[in-house]
């Protein structure tokens, strides 16, 4: 699954690190009543804009849809062979059980990161609506996003190798399927 986190330069990523620091990484959720940086002057600093962080938020909400699909399509792939082991009689053997309660902890894990994946693009959209309300400087929407983006490129490598295992899972129940 292609990311779209090569689009985020490293200088970009670092001004908005350094621009945290500096303004002392205040709450994202401070008082409306403290001087915040109006959403129209984004455009004018360094960085990234307002329109990009949208459009980021709108790819990882749909990178979190393709790994929703993905971990669908492994449920109905772990059912199936469920099925296939009970037609060829091999559900009682030790290797195969050993093989099932590793596939029913590797399909939980999928269920777990796709829950934590949710909550970031929950975060990331109230910090977006914080923004655009004029409740967030800056600098610090900046940070939060360069956070959250970094959450987000973790979890879909976990996500990724969490399908990797679960292609290996499927050829060890294949083997097995032929050794009957």
């Not at 099932?100 to 999928?110: F, V």
């Not at 909550?119 to 600098?139: F, I, N, Y």
Request: with cysteine.
């Amino acid at each position: 699954m292609k990311s779209v986190f090569h689009h985020l330069p490293a200088a970009a990523l670092a001004l908005a690190l350094g621009a945290a620091v500096l303004s002392g990484c205040s709450p994202a959720n401070k008082p409306a009543d403290q001087s915040a940086a109006p959403a129209a002057t984004m455009a004018g600093t360094p960085g990234i804009t307002h329109d990009q962080l949208a459009a980021d938020h709108k790819q990882m909400e749909a990178d979190h849809r393709s790994m929703e699909a993905a971990d669908s399509v492994m449920e109905a792939d772990h059912t199936a062979a469920k099925a296939a082991a009970r037609a060829a009689g091999i559900t009682a053997q030790p290797a195969y059980m050993a093989l099932e309660k590793r596939h029913d902890a590797l399909l939980a894990r999928h269920k777990e990161v796709v829950a934590k994946h949710s909550e970031v693009l929950k975060r990331h959209a109230e910090l977006e609506k914080s923004h655009a309300a004029g409740t967030v400087s800056d600098a610090q929407m900046q940070a939060d996003h360069a956070g959250m983006k970094t959450e987000d490129q973790q979890m879909q490598q976990e996500h990724q190798q969490l399908v990797a295992d679960h292609k290996k899972i499927e050829e060890e129940h294949a083997a097995l399927l032929k050794k009957g």
